[in-house]
């Protein structure tokens, strides 16, 4: 597989996407500048060569640097592959060109890793076999997280409810400072009697269920769950909520192992 | 879940302040350090640049006034599975994590610093402006003067810049 690898913008981004794809198994070229291709000829090194391939099985740009590189022509491509440095649309592309979808391509620590690009590289041969192979999970767009999503808010429900009622937290919890700085809160978000009735209404399993789609429907509910979470990389998140459902009443400290996991998600630098 | 605000959060700050607006600062300091004066892109390419800022400078306004609307966790009741949760709750519910979302965000501070950043980029451009309709070419005498301004120009862009990040869902989702 011929593959050509096109980023002006940021020659060390497109540098290590071209070493991984060399490593994938495919003959890669990189056009990092206007001075030409440049190809690797033994390891890691690559050089300067005059010569490349006219016909390209596989070309992966920086969407910016499509119009650049018309300084040197690149030849004919079978297959384009986008990445953004910014982020990538995020509507489901069903027809070429396709994307890297999944994130923006901002920096080294964003270029696909080895195996994602060993999957995209599997990808566009088996497009030569067949129409519709399924696309890798790089080149489709984040999944929604929807119920990851709803149990973070249904967990900070139960935890407001919690503190409002003047219970003291007895285990470490995640963004402690920002629920102190909400406790001052509680009295314009409700009065002494509201929080006594929200309380109970979150210890009760059906408060949680109900949203989700009801107690007839648990184990519906908990695979829903489990398939986000490998989606997510959440891990554990079904377990603690099956373990939120074993008890009579819905206890702090198990809500609060679940809030750990799904507070690691969007909680950076903050 | 990618939002709309943020694909035109990462557009204004990746396509038009980093790719476009700096690399082109970039292009001219590049020049004025080489004394390649007579280069016409010097004058022209900052005038672009500053007649585009005008409309990415409404651009950052309308996203600034729409953050709180668009991010807020309020947007999840809209959809499954929370749209299932019962009025009583809702009631209750959504201004609790709407009131506990922007104090663990700081969404308000971060709103407002990036407003700062950009009202101090637009002061740049204007000085930028004043000089360039003065200006037909560089010299000797005026290149000095030129480059403070470029720098300046350079530095208040990076620092808007940097403020959009700190606006990046990464940062201030759920």
């Known amino acids: 597989m011929k593959t050509a690898i096109v980023d002006m913008t940021n020659p060390q981004r497109g540098l290590l996407i071209a070493r991984r794809i060399k490593d994938s198994g495919s003959e890669t070229w990189l056009l990092c500048d206007n001075k030409g291709w440049y190809f690797f000829e033994h390891n890691d090194e690559y050089k300067k060569h005059g010569k490349p391939p006219t016909e390209w099985d596989l070309a992966i740009i920086h969407k910016t640097d499509e119009d650049k590189s018309r300084f040197i022509p690149i030849g004919d491509i079978a297959h384009t592959l986008y990445y953004c440095g910014g982020m990538p649309p995020q509507d489901d592309i069903k027809e070429e060109p396709f994307y890297i ?11 696909p890793s080895l195996h994602e690009l060993q999957a995209v590289v599997a990808f566009y041969q088996e497009l030569k076999k067949s129409k519709n192979p399924d696309k890798p999970s790089l080149l489709c767009p984040p999944p929604s997280l929807a119920m990851a999503s709803s149990l973070n808010i249904l967990c900070q429900g ?3 409810a919690y503190l409002a009622m003047g219970n003291e937290t007895t285990t470490e919890i995640p963004h402690e400072e920002s629920w102190k700085q909400w406790q001052n809160s509680t009295s314009s978000l409700g009065n002494k009697k509201e929080w006594y009735d929200r309380y109970q209404a979150v210890i009760s399993k059906e408060w949680w269920l109900e949203p989700l789609g009801g107690s007839k429907r648990i184990e519906e509910i908990i695979n829903k769950i489990k398939e986000e979470e490998t989606q997510s ?18 206890r702090y400290d198990d809500v609060i192992e679940l809030y750990k996991i799904l507070a690691k998600r969007g909680s950076r630098d903050n | 879940m990618i939002t709309d605000w943020e694909m035109r959060r990462s557009e204004l700050s ?20 080489a004394e390649r004066l007579a280069d016409p892109f010097n004058l022209e390419a900052v005038k672009e640049i500053a007649k585009r800022w005008a409309l990415w400078s409404n651009f950052a306004e309308d996203l600034f006034t729409s953050a709180i609307h668009e991010l807020s966790p309020q947007k999840t009741f809209s959809f499954w599975p929370l749209s299932n949760c019962p009025p009583d709750t809702k009631y209750w519910l959504i201004p609790v994590v709407v009131e506990f979302w922007k104090i663990r965000t700081k969404i308000e501070h971060k709103l407002s610093e990036a407003q700062q950043k950009k009202d ?9 402006d004043r000089f360039l309709a003065t200006t037909k070419e560089l010299n000797a005498e005026n290149v000095g003067s030129y480059s403070v301004l470029v720098e300046n120009l350079k530095q208040a862009a ?3 810049q940097m403020s959009l990040a700190r606006l990046s869902v990464r940062y201030i989702a759920l």
């Open chain 2, 158 to 160: 990076i620092e808007f």
């Open chain 1, 233 to 250: 990389g959440l891990k554990g998140v079904a377990e603690k909520f099956r373990k939120i459902l074993k008890k009579t009443d819905v």
């Open chain 2, 120 to 128: 101090s980029l637009n002061a740049v451009v204007d000085e930028i």
């Open chain 1, 101 to 111: 979808q999944c994130r923006a391509v901002e920096d080294e620590k964003s270029v």
């Open chain 1, 158 to 160: 139960y935890i407001s």
């Open chain 2, 14 to 33: 990746h396509d038009c302040i980093q790719n476009s607006f700096i690399g082109v600062i970039r292009g001219v300091e590049g020049n004025l350090m």
